[in-house]
């Protein structure tokens, strides 16, 4: 009897470890299946360093960016487009965390907490993804940086796809290089920041259109520099008595650095904040870098260079897309996506009507009166470029940031060329580029 209670007991404890450690097993089995799932030591992974069995990914036109052909990953069999979308689709080294095949690798993979690999054939296609991107043009803008680094970012301000997102340096993800080139692992239109230079201008003008009372009768005269608080500021040219129209297309730094004076720092922080300028932006998941401005310290010169994109200014290109596109879109801003069917949200309000239809004719002033329309092959853009000091004896970053009125076209765009020079000639002719290929894929034909 004695004996039988003794068993019954050590059965029972028997029993409860199992049932312990069975529940322990499916708790793990659930929380971190996808990551047991793509081990590269997963022998359903092998071929292609882990994504030999992934999904197709293609682009806007269902042009094949990255399959999976017996066993082997296969990239875009043109090699610009490869290199042009390597921080979209990213390679099989999973260095480049914020690119598809990194962060959504057992989505593409095909497999499922329920069916493990046994995916049920119906259920197969959620193992391809589909981007908003245009893979010719993300080729033309990755050739048309001929090697210098920087960022391409062009998105539909009213459906918010992003339609060219190309970062250099890149590398070829079919041939992955012992030594990628340094930076090569980073997104720059969505995880870098940037001086802005003279892209900035932006900020201060929306800033001094809001808080400068009848800002059109008020004039700025330019003697090639002029004192800020004890040191002073410099232009290019002696600008001589300018409007704020002519400030901006001229791009005007005694002006502007008057501007953010007559606004102060108080007003200058706040409009730079509302504007989206220190604030990360969630597109398509991945968090954009925040830009800074921060003149709560700043002495009288330093707020002076600040409203010229100077001083401690950083901006993210992605972000200054966001603010072109919303100053096209009558100061609301749509939030970018590049993921196919993805839900494109709101960034929010970030100026009123009137602020930025004033701001959409002075950017559409600079091109036309200024750049020409022929710059963008007829395309009606409104932009302002940007050179930007990063001292240490580099070359400046040149910037080119705008958009297009038409609402058939409707494409808002920040190009940087880091150490690139003048703005107009290095950026320039990548934004052309990317707003043509761009406006040709919605039709446009120049
Ligand atoms: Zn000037």
Known sequence: MKRTMTRSVIALVLALCFLLGLGYLCFRFFTENDLWAS????????????????????????????ESVSGERVYSSDSSIRHGTLHTVGDGSYNISTALQTRYRSQLVGHS????????????????????????????????????????????YKTGDVMCMVSTPAYDPQNVPDNPPDGSYLNNCVSSTFTPGSIFKIVTAVAAVENIDNIDDVTFTCEGEKDFGGDVVTCLEHHGTLSLDDAFSQSCNIAFAEMATMVGADKMQDTAEKLGVTKSFNISGVKTAEGYFDVTKADANQLAWSGVGQFTDMTNPAQMAILCGAIANGGDAKLPVYIDGGLAGSAGRLMSEETASKMADIMRYTVSGHYGDNMFGGLSVGAKTGTAEVGEDKEPNGWMVGYCDDKDYPLAFAVVVEEGGYGFYSAGPIARTAMIECAEALGFEG
């Open 39 to 66: 081990q590269t030591y997963n022998r359903y992974l092998s071929g292609g360093k882990g994504l030999g069995a992934a999904g197709t990914i293609y682009d806007r036109n269902g042009e094949v960016l990255a």
């Open 113 to 156: 907490t329920v069916f493990g690999y046994g995916l049920p054939e119906s259920l197969k296609s959620m193992s391809n993804m589909r981007v908003t991107l245009d893979a010719d043009a993300c080729g033309k803008v990755y050739d048309a940086f001929a090697g210098r680094e920087g960022a391409c970012f062009v998105y539909n």
